[in-house]
Structure formats: C-alpha cells, structure tokens
C-alpha cells in the first residue's frame, strides 16, 4: 500500500526562525513526484513545492526547500525566515503515474503556528 | 486567471436530504478529482475523471455517493440520502494529463454539514 507519514502533529516556530517539517512515504514505485501543500485557516490547500524523484538536486521555492532523501522515502519541508503567514496545516503528497493512476496520496497533516 | 471553481461554499441541511455539490476545473485541464478531508480520515480521494471518464471511484464510501462529469467544465458530487457521517469539506482539483506536471490544482472547498 501506498501511504504518507507525517509524524509531527503540530509544531511552532518563532518568527524568522527556521522549521523543518517531516514526511515519510511508502511506494515500490521507481518513478514519483512527491508535493508539499499548504492549508491556511481559509481552507485552500496551495501547492507550496514539488520534487521529481529521478531529480538528485533538491527543489527550492523561495523560503521553502526540501530535503529529499531517495533511499530513506524522506521528503522534508524547510521553512526559512518564518513568516506569521505561514501559520497554516502542512500537508506532505505523493503520486505515482503508473498504470494511469495520477492520484494524490496525503499525509495527515502537521498544523504549523507561527509566533511573534 | 480563474481557479477550481466549487459551489456552495457552505451547505447546511437535514438527515435524508439530496446534496449536489458543483466543480467547474480550470479551462483546458481534462483531469478532475473529487476529495473528502475530514478530522479523523485526513484526506481521501473519492473518484477522479480523466477526459470525463471515471477512472477509479473506489473511494466512493458506499451507493449513497455519485458523481458525474458531462462535459470537460463541470462536475456533481451527489449524496442521496444524506447521513450526518457525511459532513465534511469536499474539495475538487483539477490538472492537465499528460504533461509531466503532476501537481494538482483545488478549489476552496465545500464545507457540508448534516444535521
């Protein structure tokens, strides 16, 4: 089966600190695209970041990077210069083309409150 | 450019009551999704359409739940009868096959409430 593990239930963050979000994943497939989205208290999930898994290089999107570790299926979300605007639930994705299939597999969610 | 677009953004009603819930993807995406997020279950998926064809409804929870595709601009999430276990947001999301961009664009979802 294939899942999604978030393990952090919640977490904060100091403003203009640094947070790092976990996510673990489970497939046999060799070929993925793993997301990180976001969902503030208005309820849109906004697709943060993405990353091919034949990609060595580890995507970046302005304050948002990830750690993408093949071998281990860890797929973490750095968050740099905390924003109070990040305060939002963290949602780690994934979907493997095979087969036709191109659905989202989720994760549970970490809530993530920032502080000022 | 406009968005997933979902409607109502709020329902509210009875025990045993039809609800239809509407989907209008981006223009010129061919790929719908149906999701259900809830406290305890997270995320589901629910059925999803490619060209308007359902591809995989197996995670429609049981007969009560429908869902249709007409046309490349609009989709129904139906649920007759309704039962209190059904409220929930429900969310739509769209994308183009095909391209090797797999991520997913939502709507901003359909909070249901029965009562």
């Known amino acids: 089966a294939q899942t999604v593990t978030q393990s952090q239930p919640e977490m904060s963050v100091q403003e203009a600190e640094t947070v790092t979000l976990s996510c673990t994943y489970d497939?046999?497939?060799?070929?993925?695209?793993l997301f990180w989205y976001k969902q503030p208290p208005s309820r849109q999930m906004i697709l943060v970041i993405r990353?091919?898994?034949?990609?060595?290089q580890n995507a970046t999107e302005n304050r948002f990077s990830v750690n993408f570790q093949k071998a281990a299926k860890s797929f973490s979300l750095k968050i740099s210069d905390s924003q109070l605007g990040d305060t939002a639930m963290y949602f780690c994705?994934?979907?493997?083309?095979?087969?036709?299939?191109?659905?989202?597999?989720f994760g549970k969610g970490t809530k993530l409150t920032v502080n000022p | 450019d406009a968005g997933v677009i979902q409607s109502p953004r709020h329902e509210v009603t009875e025990m045993g009551q039809e609800v239809t819930l509407r989907c209008k993807p981006i223009?010129?995406?061919?790929?719908l999704f149906w999701y259900r997020q809830t406290m305890m279950r997270g995320l589901e998926l629910l059925i999803y359409?490619?060209?308007?064809?359902?591809?995989?409804d197996s995670g429609m929870p049981e007969d009560r739940f429908s869902a249709k595709m007409p046309n490349a601009s609009f989709s129904t999430l139906k649920i007759q009868p309704s039962e209190p276990r059904d409220s929930a947001v429900y969310f739509c999301?769209?994308?183009?096959?095909?391209?090797?961009?797999?991520?997913?664009?939502f709507g901003p979802g359909t909070r249901l409430t029965v009562t």
């Open positions: 999301a769209s994308k183009v096959l095909g391209t090797g961009s797999y991520e997913q664009y």
């Open positions: 497939t046999s497939e060799s070929n993925y695209y």
């Open positions: 990353q091919e898994a034949y990609k060595q």
């Open positions: 994705a994934f979907t493997t083309p095979q087969g036709g299939s191109e659905k989202l597999v």
């Open positions: 223009s010129g995406h061919n790929s």
């Open positions: 359409f490619n060209n308007n064809v359902p591809i995989d």
